[in-house]
T-cell receptor, first 115, second 110 residues
Framework: EAQVTQNPRYLITVTGKKLTVTCSQN?????MSWYRQDPGLGLRQIYY???????DKGDVPEGYKVSRKEKRNFPLILESPSPNQTSLYFC??????????????FGPGTRLTVT | QKEVEQNSGPLSVPEGAIASLNCTYS??????FFWYRQYSGKSPELIMS????GDKEDGRFTAQLNKASQYVSLLIRDSQPSDSATYLC??????????FGAGTILRVKS
């Protein structure tokens, strides 16, 4: 089954304690992204990766890091989480835009609370 | 101005009616448009994509694109309570990024 998986699904942590949210896809997609979703603001892209070892900032990258050492995995790292990073996070992967139909698959989401 | 704008709603329609969801975008060069459905607490799911002016139908869903007026809409015929969700409009920005609107909440009353 084609899917994007994320772990953990729920996480409560304290300010400053480093954490990693893992993301993995089994569709051999080159393009992967991380989004955060906040009420009234919709989905905002944090970082994206166009292929292994190729990453770039999205719209809200401050306070986050990513890496892409393997095609299937794209972890999101919060080196020093702060309460304003409390949010719902989604990982996504997709086919290149040149390929149609153009489909982006989302992971199930990680609800992060930073106290 | 936001790149993709949607009325946040909620839009309430009775069961069996047509629900009409609208979206406007600011980038004139946008070529690809998508509608995602998101149930509460779940991840977005792609339900329609449209790339050229006009209508595209898929079951009870019809997407309409008007590039001259820079709007895209989604019609849901014979609305069902199970259609109650948040509907996200998205387009591909220059640089190959998907940009989302904040979403419209749809409530279908039985």
């Amino acid at each position: 089954e084609a899917q994007v998986t994320q772990n953990p699904r729920y996480l409560i942590t304290v300010t400053g304690k480093k954490l990693t949210v893992t993301c993995s896809q089994n569709m051999n997609h080159e393009y992967m992204s991380w989004y955060r979703q906040d009420p009234g603001l919709g989905l905002r892209q944090i970082y994206y990766s166009m292929n292994v070892e190729v990453t770039d900032k999205g719209d809200v990258p401050e306070g986050y890091k990513v890496s892409r050492k393997e095609k299937r995995n794209f972890p999101l790292i919060l080196e020093s989480p702060s309460p304003n990073q409390t949010s719902l996070y989604f990982c996504a992967s997709r086919t290149p835009h040149r390929d149609r139909p153009y489909e982006q698959y989302f992971g199930p989401g990680t609800r992060l609370t930073v106290t | 101005q936001k790149e993709v704008e949607q009325n946040s709603g909620p839009l309430s329609v009775p069961e069996g009616a047509i629900a009409s969801l609208n979206c406007t975008y600011s980038d004139r060069v946008s070529q690809s448009f998508f509608w995602y459905r998101q149930y509460s607490g779940k991840s977005p799911e792609l339900i329609m994509s449209i790339y050229s002016n006009g209508d595209k139908e898929d079951g009870r869903f019809t997407a309409q694109l008007n590039k001259a007026s820079q709007y895209v809409s989604l019609l849901i015929r014979d609305s069902q309570p199970s259609d109650s969700a948040t509907y996200l409009c998205a387009t591909v920005r220059y640089g190959n990024k998907l940009v989302f609107g904040a979403g419209t909440i749809l409530r279908v009353k039985s």
